[in-house]
Nanobody
Framework: QVQLVESGGGWVRPGDSLLLSCAPT????????VTWFRQAPGKKREAVAC???????YYSNFAQDRFVITRDKARNVVNRKLRQLTPDDAGVYYC????????????????????WGQGTQVTQTQ
């Protein structure tokens, strides 16, 4: 079954940086739009950042200044660097993909993606 695998989560303190990675198990990401979502405890899942198949990147407003999404074609992974973490950044981070060109109006819509990972947990500690 086609899947994505997230890695890099763990325990962090406020102000820390963290690198999350998303890798497919059985396909190449060329031609795919890949988006990171997150779900904080008790909240709805929300879109964070996207690297479209057109190589345009999109960010949610809260992510623009602190999060960076990159596509490593040689390693066939999509990375997301989180900087200056706050307690509000705790939660489960998921990556999702679809072989299509995400646009400004579609990238953040969960229903657009047909391939998902199991998520990686980011937990804040004092």
């Amino acid at each position: 079954q086609v899947q994505l695998v997230e890695s890099g989560g763990g325990w962090v303190r406020p102000g820390d940086s963290l690198l999350l990675s998303c890798a497919p198990t059985a396909f190449n990401l060329d031609g795919y739009s890949v988006t990171w979502f997150r779900q904080a405890p008790g909240k709805k899942r929300e879109a964070v950042a996207c690297t479209s198949a057109s190589e345009i990147v999109y960010y949610s407003n809260f992510a623009q200044d602190r999060f960076v999404i990159t596509r490593d074609k040689a390693r066939n992974v999509v990375n997301r660097k989180l900087r200056q973490l706050t307690p509000d950044d705790a939660g489960v981070y998921y990556c999702a993909a679809r072989k299509w060109v995400a646009t400004y109006t579609t990238w953040s819509q969960e229903a657009e993606y047909d391939t998902w990972g199991q998520g990686t947990q980011v937990t804040q500690t004092q």
